[in-house]
């Protein structure tokens, strides 16, 4: 009577352990969702970070192309000695004295803006041209409500045939613009 006390446990026992490990078995069977999803994840994450070093790639070219830009003043005072200012082409094609310079040729720029302008440092035809439609609408709204309504919009291309002596293509062009606006 004693053996087959303690051989039932004993089977019951190896049994619920063969159980056991054949139902964990199965399970993790269909457990490499997770795997699936982690190594989802390290591969968007791998997505991500090549975007981001492309990205930061393209800034830094960027600016080491403005750095360049504005490092090399020397091929700026070629380019301005390149181009001559010719006042009397200027008298003949707007009618009046034209002054090397002035920004208030430029359609919509009148003294006060030019003003605002000068404050801001800009003071050439060709510093106008190179500024941005953007920085421009930030020095209006600068000077105070009264000059934030108006649209800077061609006044770089203005300028930038100023500069280069452009001066009937300038008029033609401003004859067409309703107070600096196309």
């Known amino acids: 009577m004693n053996i087959p006390c303690i051989l039932i446990p004993a ?8 159980l056991g490990y ?15 999803s982690l190594q ?18 393209s800034l830094e070219a960027d600016l080491a192309a403005k750095a360049k830009i504005t490092a090399a003043p020397q091929s700026f005072a070629a380019t301005a000695a390149a181009i001559v200012f010719d006042g009397a082409l200027a008298a003949t094609v707007f009618g009046k004295k034209i002054k090397e310079n002035d920004l208030k040729i430029v359609e919509g720029i009148g003294p ?19 500024t941005p439609t953007e920085k421009s609408q930030s020095i209006l709204d600068g000077g105070g409500e009264n000059y934030a309504i108006h649209n800077p919009s061609t006044w770089a291309r203005q300028a930038l045939l100023a500069y280069e002596g452009k001066w009937q293509e300038l008029k033609d062009w401003q004859d ?3 107070g600096g606006k196309e």
């Open 112 to 130: 006060k803006i030019e003003a605002l302008y000068h404050d801001a440092g800009i003071t050439t035809w060709h510093q106008l041209s190179q």
């Open 176 to 178: 067409s613009l309703l």
């Open 22 to 36: 054949l139902l964990g078995k199965m399970n993790s069977k269909g457990d490499d969702s997770l795997s699936l």
């Open 40 to 57: 989802e994840d390290l591969d968007a994450c791998k997505a991500n970070t090549k975007n981001l070093n492309a990205k930061i790639a």
């Open 11 to 18: 089977l019951v026992g190896l049994i619920c352990g063969i």
